[in-house]
Structures are given as C-alpha cells and as structure tokens.
C-alpha cells in the first residue's frame, strides 16, 4: 500500500532529512586513512543523540549498530567496527533518522586519500544515476521513468547496477510501499504524485551485477570482488517537482 504524505508529513521528513544531511556532511569531514568504521558510528550516534532524532538503523531487525559502513567490493549492510580505512579505499556510508515517527534515509560513497581512475569515476557515475534518478520525480513521470535513467546512466558508464537491493517508499516506516528498482524499461508502474517521498538508491559495481551476503548475514558483497558504490537521497515529489530531503 502506497502511503501519500501530507505537507505536515513531509516537514517532520524534512527535519529528519536535514538530521541525516548534517551526519552526512559529519562523516564526510571525518573521512580519512587511519579512521576506523567505529569511529565514523561513534560521530553519528554523538550527533543524533545532540538533535534528539533516533538512529533507524540501530536494532531494526537485529542491526547492531547506527549506521553502515561499506568498504571496496561491500555493497551495502557494512557493520561498522574495528576496520580501519586506508589510503585508496572507499567507503559507503547509509544514515537513517527517525525525527517524531517520520524517517529519512541517505548514503554517499567516498574517497580515502586517492583512489585509482575506475574509482574515481564509479563514484561519479553513480551519483549521476542518482541525479538522474531525482530529476524523473515529477508527476507527469512513473515509477520505472527513475529505474530506467539509473540504469542508463550506469550501463552507458560500462557499469551493472545492482539488482537484489532497490529503493523504497519512506515514511512512518524506513521501508514502505512501492519498491524503486534501479533498472527497468521507462513508463511502468504507478504515476508519481504529489505527496509520495521516495529513498532512492543506485548502488553500482564496476563487475557484474551479482551479490553475495557475508557469514555476518548483514554486509552484502558482489560476487565478482568489484567495487561497488552508493548513493541515496530521500525525495518528496511536490507539485513544483522533486524536493531532495536530505540535502543540507
Ligand atoms: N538505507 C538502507 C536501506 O534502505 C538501510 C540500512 S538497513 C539496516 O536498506 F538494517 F542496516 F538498518
Ligand atoms: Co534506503
């Protein structure tokens, strides 16, 4: 069921939004060799507990910490813990919010150091399938109208796009109805209306498209080793277009 959401709604999202933007910033700042993946939680949950949101992530079906952490060939679900980063690396990192039982929910994937040239542009590319993504959220567009720019921008890169793992509507729940693929033929599946707030998510690999989940159960890999990378924003489709949430 497809939950539309009222400006009321969407101005407690948007101080969930603006919560997960400032964590975003917060770990984008941190970011750097030597750092371990605890530390960057520690930061976030010391921010969240200063803007009284909650961590979403923490203890939803069983997550054990507030935010992921996904190095290299990790494609998401990444535990953060004792690794340390290192020159070269990169890291995606997904923040949830929960700000009066409204949630929001963004990621950024980053540099270490330098990294190699394929890195440098996945990450590019993959933040363009993003870009291309919000900008289909418009209410003359469907659903799939944002799968399909997603893919292209990856595919055209000579990226694959990640299949298992999609997008989703947000709301009172981190996970609600309609599912966002990041791939699919154009002009499928519901019209975007007003009202309907939308986490979007392009993960892409450099490899193949095909995942595994580590003996962790949580941090999903691809199957191939390749790097993978992610970025997500959580968009309101208004009457004027989309309105990006999580954007500082
Ligand atoms: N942004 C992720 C998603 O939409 C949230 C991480 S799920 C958690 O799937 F279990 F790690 F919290
Ligand atoms: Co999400």
Known sequence: MIILKSEREIAIMREAGKIVAL???EVTRAVRPGISTG??????ENLMAKQKARPAFKGYHGYPASICTSINEEIVHGIPGLKVLKEG???SIDIGAEINGYFADAAVTLAVGDIDPVSRRLLETT????EAGIRQCTKDKRLSDISHAIQ???ESNGYSVVREYVGHGIGRAMHEDPQVPNFGKPGRGIKLSPGLVLAIEPMVNVGRFDTAVL???WTVVTKDGSRSAHFEHTVAITERGPEILTRC
Do not use: G, R
């Open 127 to 130: 933040a363009q399938c993003l």
């Open 39 to 44: 530390e960057l939680n520690a930061l976030v």
């Open 152 to 154: 292209s921008v990856a």
């Open 215 to 217: 003996d962790d159960n």
């Open 89 to 91: 690396d990169i890291i």
């Open 23 to 25: 964590a975003i910033a």
